[in-house]
């Protein structure tokens, strides 16, 4: 068979590409505590905009174990979250929404389940102008669309100085909001 140069020079384009394509960036970590041991994988996919992230973390005195699965995905428009954590009683709680970027900064929906099996709904947004002012808003409801609790937060420059304000809300017997991490990458 004859290899001509242009032939060489298109199969090697092709034999660098296509692993470099999928490559997959994997880092474990791992923790040996007096009390509890565990491991991290978080493996990133820079070419397809895929994070995701585990981890198990055991009690060396009980033998419990908790988990936890998360997974971001790039969007045209932003990125969804779906995360999936499990207590060492087997209950868990899920986190899914979708990051929407807009022309000056992001929204965010979406839903969260708790241990108990109740839902929340989630919203959020964040924006910052070209003088450095910037706004961010978080809010959880219930099923029945009543707010839970609520964050807002303003931040404003002028004459050398930052302004910040923050504004908080809970409803009665809410200790704080649901929060579940989302994996970085």
Known sequence: MLKSPLMLASLTVLAL????????????????????????????????????????????????????????????????????QTGPQGRSRSLEGERTRTEDGSTFTGTATGRGGETYGLAGSRSRDGQGNSQASQSVTNSAGETLASRQRLSTRGDGQVSNTVTRTRADGIARPPRVRRPRG
């Open 17 to 84: 590409a296509v692993p470099a394509a999928a490559q997959d960036q994997t880092r474990t970590r791992t923790h040996e505590g007096p009390q509890t041991s565990g491991i991290q994988i978080t493996t990133v996919n820079p070419e397809t905009g895929t994070a995701t992230r585990d981890r198990v973390v055991t009690n060396l005195n009980t033998g419990g174990t908790a988990s936890s699965s998360a997974v971001r995905q790039r969007t045209e428009t932003g990125s969804t979250v779906s995360v999936v």
